[in-house]
Nanobody, 126 residues
């Protein structure tokens, strides 16, 4: 069983930055696809970004140019660097992982991920 634990959430003002981290209980290199999702109040959970072990990454259009996903297999940790934060980025952010390579389509789909963390809250005030 893979356990994922998120950290780094908090409250920031618009324009600020945060870095989220997700630590895996197993060898992160075995998780060929890892990603970040978020759920805003009253909305469905949506894919934010995902990354393969070769470094190939996908981003939701809403975060392109502002968020950067990265993975440190030596530390079994996935990161999400978030810059130029907006109030609409306010959400609970979830880490996810799967043994299979990330799909290549345009949509980051939660159905492609088997393992999930419990989430960390990010609040951006205007």
């Amino acid at each position: 069983h893979v356990r994922l634990v998120e950290s780094g959430g908090g409250s920031v003002q618009a324009g600020g930055s945060l870095r989220l981290a997700c630590t895996a209980s197993v060898n992160a290199a075995d998780q060929n696809c890892m990603g970040w999702f978020r759920r805003a109040p009253g909305k469905e959970r949506e894919g934010v970004a995902d990354i393969n072990n070769d470094g190939g990454a996908r981003y939701a259009d809403s975060v392109k140019g502002r968020f950067t996903i990265s993975k440190d297999n030596a530390k079994n940790t996935l990161y999400l660097e978030m810059a130029s934060l907006k109030p609409e980025d306010t959400a609970t952010y979830y880490c996810a992982a799967d043994l299979f390579r990330c799909p290549s389509g345009p949509v980051i789909d939660e159905g492609d991920f088997q393992y999930w963390g419990r989430g960390t809250q990010v609040t951006v005030s205007s």
